[in-house]
Nanobody, 115 residues
Framework: QVQLVESGGGSVQPGGSLRLSCAVS????????ISWYRQAPGKQREFVAK???????FYADSVKGRFTISGDNAKNTVYLQMNSLESEDTAVYYC?????????WGQGTQVTVSL
């Protein structure tokens, strides 16, 4: 059974940084597209970043230049380094693993950016 467990969320002031982790079990990073999404209160879930099975990253325009997604195949974990955080980045962040017959989500981790 595939499981994704996010961690690393918290509260930070504008301009600060956080690193989120998505620990994957039951499947290998190299077999999946791993993505980060976020959902702010009252808004729809939106795409943040993804990394392909061969390690190529893609980003939403809103986070490009501030966020970096990376994968550690040895730890089977994907990271989202978030720098220069803004209040608009406040949301619950979710990890997703997708493949031909797979679409799995983690439980989410809260990120709050405020003074």
């Amino acid at each position: 059974q595939v499981q994704l467990v996010e961690s690393g969320g918290g509260s930070v002031q504008p301009g600060g940084s956080l690193r989120l982790s998505c620990a994957v079990s039951g499947t290998r990073l190299s077999n999946n597209l791993i993505s980060w999404y976020r959902q702010a209160p009252g808004k729809q879930r939106e795409f943040v970043a993804k990394i392909t099975s061969n390690g190529i990253p893609f980003y939403a325009d809103s986070v490009k230049g501030r966020f970096t997604i990376s994968g550690d195949n040895a730890k089977n974990t994907v990271y989202l380094q978030m720098n220069s955080l803004e209040s608009e980045d406040t949301a619950v962040y979710y990890c997703n693993a997708a493949a031909l017959r797979l679409n799995a989500w983690g439980q989410g981790t809260q990120v709050t950016v405020s003074l």
